[in-house]
């Protein structure tokens, strides 16, 4: 077994909240409800793992890793973590194609 990170569930739902995925939902509480159910879901089909309390979960590096790589394929998303890889895709002018950048430094 790989490596594993861990997330929160509360960055999970304000990434949904911004993104406007929750954007059918009329109050935080049933957002909540949702994410707390997909991520269930997620974990039934081994994609997600089990954390240390129910406001965390684990993803497996090999699960993370296919995730980036259909974001960056198909939806021209990024996921950095380093100023270096972020300021590299400014000089190649790769950020002018992308329709999403997180930055999630360490």
Excluded at 7 to 34: F, Q
Excluded at 47 to 64: G, K, M, N, T, Y
């Amino acid at each position: 077994m790989g490596f594993t990170s861990d997330h929160s569930v509360e960055r999970l739902l304000r990434y949904g909240m911004g993104l406007y995925l929750l954007n059918t939902v009329c109050s935080m509480g049933e957002a909540r409800n949702i994410v707390n159910t997909l991520i269930q879901d997620l974990k039934n089909f081994s994609l997600l793992l089990e954390a240390f309390d129910d406001e965390r979960f684990s993803i497996h590096d090999v699960v993370r890793d296919v995730g980036r790589a259909i974001a960056i394929n198909d939806h021209n998303n990024y996921t950095v973590n380093d100023d270096r890889i972020l300021q590299d895709l400014a000089e190649k002018n790769t950020l002018k194609s992308c329709t999403f950048v997180s930055y999630e430094p360490e």
